[in-house]
């Protein structure tokens, strides 16, 4: 089966500070990954996307930045956080190919961030 | 579309009753749609799904209805319980291949009084 892990869970970076946050999945090959920040109260605001290797799609311009170096690997990085970062951040998966009953996404647990 | 600036609305619901969420979708060409449950601290989970070419798929208490004409998406939650509180999204997907999108959106929030 198919799992995700994020991490860490929660984060708390002052600002100024750099920042990395991993995902990985395991159980398939060449998933499309996604970045998502939620505000507190808010919806899910997409970031960025991977649909392989070295390549990424960015939504928003933005402070972040992400990178796939690895099949299964996305992560979401910053030089300098600012305080308008803060969120709960979600990794998600889904099949390359649009597959009937394949369509969603599965979520990560998430990270929340503080930058303070 | 993902409405990420607005607060989520928020439905009040009593413990027995059912609940009814409500979902506008954006684009007459989905061809899939997915609700997601949310719960405080978690990453969204899959609740149940339905094709364009249904218009009702019924789960275990979950049913969601879809009305193209109007590009409506319901869920519908039968005997809600506390465990139901949690924020719901509605999902749609269209596009194939490597230009398919799942799109959120805005999410609504489900309070189960006692």
């Known amino acids: 089966s198919q799992t995700i892990h994020q991490w860490p869970a929660t984060l708390v970076q002052p600002v100024g500070s750099p920042l990395s946050l991993e995902c990985t999945v395991e159980g398939t090959s060449n998933p499309n990954l996604y970045w998502y920040r939620q505000a507190a109260g808010r919806g899910l605001q997409l970031l960025f996307y991977?649909?392989?290797?070295?390549?990424i799609s960015s939504e928003v311009p933005q402070n972040l930045s992400a990178s796939r170096p690895q099949d299964r690997q996305f992560i979401l990085s910053s030089k300098k956080l600012l305080l308008s970062d803060s969120g709960f951040y979600l990794c998600?998966?889904?099949?390359?190919?649009?597959?009937?009953?394949?369509?969603?996404?599965?979520f990560g647990s998430g990270t929340r961030l503080t930058v303070v | 579309g993902e409405s990420v600036g607005l607060h989520l609305p928020t439905l009040s619901v009593q413990e027995g009753d059912n609940s009814i969420i409500n979902c506008a979708y954006s684009?007459?060409?989905?061809?899939?749609f997915i609700w997601y449950k949310q719960e405080s601290g978690k990453g969204p989970q899959f609740i149940i799904d339905?094709?364009?070419?249904?218009d009702k798929r019924q789960g275990q208490r979950v049913t969601v209805l879809l009305n193209k004409t109007v590009k409506h998406l319901s869920l519908q939650i039968a005997a809600t319980q506390p465990g139901d509180s949690a924020v719901y999204f509605c999902a749609e997907h269209k596009g194939t291949g490597t230009a398919s999108k799942l799109t959120f959106g805005t999410g609504t929030r489900l309070q189960v009084t006692l």
């Open positions: 339905i094709r364009s070419n249904m």
């Open positions: 684009n007459s060409a989905s061809d899939y």
């Open positions: 998600a998966w889904s099949r390359l190919v649009w597959q009937r009953a394949n369509y969603g996404y599965t």
């Open positions: 991977s649909v392989g290797i070295g390549q």
